[in-house]
């Protein structure tokens, strides 16, 4: 049975494909990204491996007082999203947390805790035996001790970046880079259109 699991970092995941589709051309305000295929953006990138399970990590929303309306659209979005991507096979996991914190008068966001649940994962899978190939689809840098220590296990580590703005640490840390495009990212937006 194959050990490759796809990793996936849902916020940052989330970021880079919205960037991606507004360098193609499309405004944010159009974006529904829980109408998306995955699968499809993986499909040719990740041609040739036999992934046995895919995760998607995401940072559970809470309901601010001060950004009512935003609060409830987010966390309607994040339960579409779940949806869609368990009925595409993945696995959903919350971890962390989204919190609001006050920054010269203004209410910012700021995710906790996924890059922490992911590493952690990632090197008890390995200890385990439970992983022989990592693919890693995160530009977090944060990640690299524990891309260190499955490499010292000699668990195989792919690099899943975007063209744009690709984490060269990362890079440099994993045995293979592969890099998802924008038309590849575009295509796959374009099909569930």
């Known amino acids: 049975m194959s ?16 960037e991606a589709l507004k360098e193609e051309g499309i405004g944010k305000h159009k974006i529904d990204l829980a109408s998306v295929n995955f699968n499809e953006i993986f499909k ?6 036999n992934i046995s399970r895919k995760i998607f990590y995401n940072a559970r929303l809470h309901f601010h007082k001060d950004t009512p309306k935003k609060s409830k659209e987010l966390i309607r979005l994040q339960r579409k999203l779940r949806n869609t991507l368990i009925n595409q096979g993945y696995e959903f996991i919350i ?10 008068g203004k209410v910012v966001f700021r995710e906790k805790g ?3 649940k992911i590493a952690v994962d990632l090197v008890s899978m390995a200890c385990d035996k439970k992983l022989d190939t990592a693919i890693l689809c995160s530009s977090d840098s944060d990640l690299q001790p524990a891309i260190a220590e499955l490499r010292k296990r000699k668990v195989e ?11 060269k640490g990362i ?3 994993t045995n293979k880079t592969i890099l998802l495009r924008n038309p590849e990212i575009l295509n796959a937006y374009k099909k569930v259109k």
């Open 95 to 104: 971890a962390g947390n989204v919190r609001a914190q006050r920054v010269d």
């Open 44 to 49: 040719e990138p990740l041609k040739g491996f």
């Open 171 to 173: 890079a440099y840390t």
């Open 157 to 167: 580590v792919v690099y899943l970046g975007f063209e744009t703005n690709p984490n």
């Open 114 to 116: 996924v890059d922490v």
């Open 3 to 18: 050990k490759t699991i796809l990793f996936i970092d849902g916020e940052n995941f989330i970021y880079k494909v919205e």
